[in-house]
């Protein structure tokens, strides 16, 4: 079946730093993909997406690119901010509009 | 527009007790979606409505949980006996579309109902 295998948190950072968060996928055919953020007390909020092979999907300074030859969609930032700390979530999603999260990659930037 | 409205927003209750949540989707979406996130871990779907019919619940424990539909348009999830296991935010989502084909469009999530079992 569809997965999705994200990087292990927390991720700890300081203001400005460059962010990487690695998500690969398995999948049978060709899934959209998608990255989610939760800030604490809050619910999940798109925060980017991408529908084909080699899409960039790109908000609020934050980009990934569907990969399809390594199966990946890595989140990047240049320059994170405090405000970026929070929950980031890979998740897939195939035929029947049914979303196959990761487990979720904690974010700390501190000031 | 308004998102997707939950409550209550927490919920303490005791092991073998019963208990209910409530979900208003965004105005004109068909498709609803009840999620559990356990702490950890990535939200899991549990059941996915489209208007009043239920699409997918491969996910859902059957013998304790439970959700309806009723017109199309709020949904409630049910959970009867609560298990200590059962601890965790249980999301509601909605979209905007059909589920077949593809299904490329959004789906919008609610603030969640955070569950405490003791």
Known sequence: GNS??????PVTLSEEAFLTINCTYTATGYPSLFWYVQYP???????????????????KGFEATYRKETTSFHLEKGS?????????????KGYGNKLVFGAGTILRVKS | EA??????????????????????PISGHATLYWYQQIL?????????????GV??????PKDRFSAERLKGVDSTLKIQP???EDSAVYLCASSPVRTSGR?????????GTRLTVL
């Open chain 2, 3 to 24: 998102g997707v409205a939950q409550s209550p927003r927490y919920k303490i209750i005791e092991k073998r007790q019963s208990v209910a949540f409530w979900c208003n």
């Open chain 2, 55 to 60: 699409v997918d619940d491969s996910q859902l």
């Open chain 2, 82 to 84: 609560a298990k200590l």
């Open chain 1, 80 to 92: 994170v901010q405090v405000s970026d700390s929070a929950v980031y979530f890979c998740a897939l």
């Open chain 1, 41 to 59: 007390g809050e619910g999940l909020q798109l925060l980017l997406k991408a529908t084909k092979a080699d899409d960039k999907g790109s908000n």
């Open chain 1, 4 to 9: 999705v295998t994200q990087m292990e948190g």
């Open chain 2, 40 to 52: 950890g871990q990535g939200p899991k779907l549990l059941i996915q409505f489209q208007n009043n």
């Open chain 2, 103 to 111: 299904g490329r469009n959004e789906q919008f999530f609610g603030p």
